[in-house]
């Protein structure tokens, strides 16, 4: 199971960016990916995937569009997460 939101900010220099957030539940456990769209995919600051932040589906869900609706980039994402969930 999965639930993906997509989201497109404006950043440095007027460039237009797309974020994919997306939510998995694997091993009765969700967790979070996060990839940042661009024309280098392979720099580490544009992926990241949190494993275990819940098992809590509700709490998984809110999560997932506060970090959406913050547009939080790939490389905040852990520490958005660990105050989220303090």
């Known amino acids: 199971m999965m639930q993906s939101i997509t989201t497109k900010t404006i950043c ?3 460039k237009e960016v797309e ?3 997306n939510l998995v539940f694997q091993n009765a456990l969700y ?3 996060c990839i940042r769209v661009s024309e280098n995919n392979n720099e580490l600051n544009n992926y990241c995937f949190i ?4 098992e809590d589906e509700t709490e ?3 999560c997932l569009q506060t970090v959406a609706k913050g547009k939080v980039f790939p490389v905040h994402i ?3 997460i ?5």
């Open 19 to 21: 974020i994919i957030y």
């Open 82 to 86: 660990e105050d989220y969930f303090k």
């Open 31 to 33: 967790s979070l990916e």
């Open 78 to 80: 852990k520490d958005v």
């Open 12 to 14: 440095d220099r007027n």
């Open 51 to 54: 494993e275990n932040i819940t």
């Open 60 to 62: 998984a869900e809110n």
